[in-house]
């Protein structure tokens, strides 16, 4: 079967799992199962993009043991296959509030640690107005600037929905002040969105999947990110602070604890933002879901009440709010 071929008969299948940015789809080839990856085209791009994944994944692969290969690529039509990893989704067998398996977090911590060693000149190049290596409070603004353009973009059309959900007219405000306090350190290769869903588990080993959002930049960044998304029971994030601290070099986590916390609070602003957008899209369209609806609702919920103590708002929002939030708006807006 040519890559061809076996890209058309993903395309028959585009019901198939998809993230934000990509359909994958799995197709059983004479040596076995491959992963063909196919963009969504229109996608709204609410995360900060740097390289393209299959850049990326043939730089990164002498250095980083736990990553898929890149089988193929093309242009045009444009999609990418990857090597198939046996397994389950860390998010089918241990979704958020229940305990991972054991070696989760050492093989997180082992992945951080060897992106350290990833050189810059073997990754695809950056931009001139990137932040410069160790600026981590202009990387802090970069972040910033990114999530405020979202904010601005779809504020006017989702205004009503913001005030319900109390997300104020400026809710990254107060970042202005943080990002200058950041500590310098070396940038690294990150992952930038490491979650139960894009981890593979398979006897007792961790493979990481999706680095389309990879970037150069600071490592406690990676950490916020992993640990906003991923939701560690509390003995679980203790253990995966101890291994990243014990196999992290020092310059790398110099100043780390207030710094965690300042990009904590951004990635909590930013998911308030982001979701409260594409959950109310998906639930206007009636899907597809990426998970059942009444887990979206809890998620939404836990997403506003993690961003609201960032505004200074005390009380918790629930679930029968957000839920009752969502059915107004998609009433007003889904054709009778």
Same mark, same amino acid.
Request: include cysteine.
């Given at each position: 079967?040519?890559?061809?071929?076996?890209?058309?008969?993903?395309?028959?299948?585009?019901?198939?799992?998809?993230?934000?940015?990509?359909?994958?789809?799995?197709?059983?080839?004479?040596?076995?199962?491959?992963?063909?990856?196919?963009?969504?085209?229109?996608?709204?791009?609410?995360?900060?993009?740097?390289?393209?994944?299959?850049?990326?994944?043939?730089?990164?692969?002498?250095?980083?043991?736990?990553?898929?290969?890149?089988?193929?690529?093309?242009?045009?039509?444009?999609?990418?296959?990857?090597?198939?990893?046996?397994?389950?989704?860390?998010?089918?067998?241990?979704?958020?509030?229940?305990?991972?398996?054991?070696?989760?977090?050492?093989?997180?911590?082992?992945?951080?640690?060897?992106?350290?060693?990833?050189?810059?000149?073997?990754?695809?190049?950056?931009?001139?107005?990137?932040?410069?290596?160790?600026?981590?409070?202009?990387?802090?603004?970069?972040?910033?600037?990114?999530?405020?353009?979202?904010?601005?973009?779809?504020?006017?059309?989702?205004?009503?929905?913001?005030?319900?959900?109390?997300?104020?007219?400026?809710?990254?405000?107060?970042?202005?002040?943080?990002?200058?306090?950041?500590?310098?350190?070396?940038?690294?290769?990150?992952?930038?969105?490491?979650?139960?869903?894009?981890? &593979? !588990? *398979?006897?007792? %080993?961790?493979?990481? +999947?999706?680095?389309?959002?990879?970037?150069?930049?600071? @490592?406690? /960044? $990676?950490?916020?990110?992993?640990?906003?998304?991923?939701?560690?029971?509390?003995?679980?994030?203790?253990?995966?602070?101890?291994?990243?601290?014990?196999?992290?070099?020092?310059?790398?986590?110099?100043?780390?604890?207030?710094?965690?916390?300042?990009?904590?609070?951004?990635?909590?602003?930013?998911?308030? &933002? !982001? *979701?409260?957008? %594409?959950?109310?899209? +998906?639930?206007?369209?009636?899907?597809?879901?990426?998970? @059942?609806? /009444? $887990?979206?609702?809890?998620?939404?919920?836990?997403?506003?009440?993690?961003?609201?103590?960032?505004?200074?708002?005390?009380?918790?929002?629930?679930?029968?709010?957000?839920?009752?939030?969502?059915?107004?708006?998609?009433?007003?807006?889904?054709?009778?």
């Amino acid at each position: 079967m040519t890559w061809l071929a076996i890209y058309e008969q993903a395309r028959s299948r585009l019901d198939a799992a998809a993230g934000y940015y990509n359909h994958n789809i799995r197709v059983e080839v004479a040596d076995g199962p491959v992963i063909v990856r196919i963009p969504i085209h229109g996608a709204d791009v609410m995360d900060l993009r740097l390289w393209r994944e299959e850049e990326v994944l043939p730089a990164i692969a002498p250095y980083v043991s736990q990553a898929p290969r890149l089988l193929f690529l093309s242009e045009e039509p444009a999609f990418q296959i990857h090597q198939f990893i046996c397994g389950a989704v860390l998010n089918d067998i241990a979704p958020r509030g229940t305990a991972c398996p054991p070696h989760v977090p050492g093989d997180v911590a082992r992945l951080f640690r060897q992106l350290v060693d990833v050189p810059r000149d073997k990754l695809p190049s950056i931009p001139g107005d990137w932040p410069a290596d160790g600026d981590s409070a202009g990387f802090g603004r970069r972040l910033t600037r990114l999530t405020q353009w979202i904010y601005d973009t779809f504020v006017d059309d989702y205004r009503p929905l913001f005030d319900r959900f109390g997300i104020p007219d400026r809710p990254l405000a107060g970042l202005a002040d943080v990002w200058p306090t950041l500590t310098d350190r070396p940038f690294v290769c990150v992952h930038a969105d490491v979650h139960r869903k894009n981890i &593979i !588990v *398979d006897d007792g %080993r961790s493979v990481f +999947l999706d680095w389309e959002l990879a970037l150069w930049g600071d @490592p406690v /960044y $990676d950490l916020a990110v992993h640990l906003h998304k991923m939701a560690y029971l509390p003995a679980e994030e203790a253990d995966l602070l101890d291994r990243w601290r014990a196999g992290m070099p020092a310059a790398h986590m110099a100043g780390w604890e207030p710094d965690l916390d300042a990009y904590l609070g951004h990635e909590r602003i930013k998911s308030a &933002i !982001v *979701d409260t957008v %594409r959950y109310s899209q +998906l639930f206007v369209a009636g899907g597809p879901y990426p998970y @059942p609806e /009444y $887990d979206m609702v809890a998620s939404m919920t836990g997403k506003l009440n993690a961003a609201r103590p960032r505004w200074g708002v005390t009380t918790a929002v629930t679930r029968d709010e957000v839920r009752a939030c969502f059915a107004d708006w998609v009433a007003d807006r889904r054709p009778l």
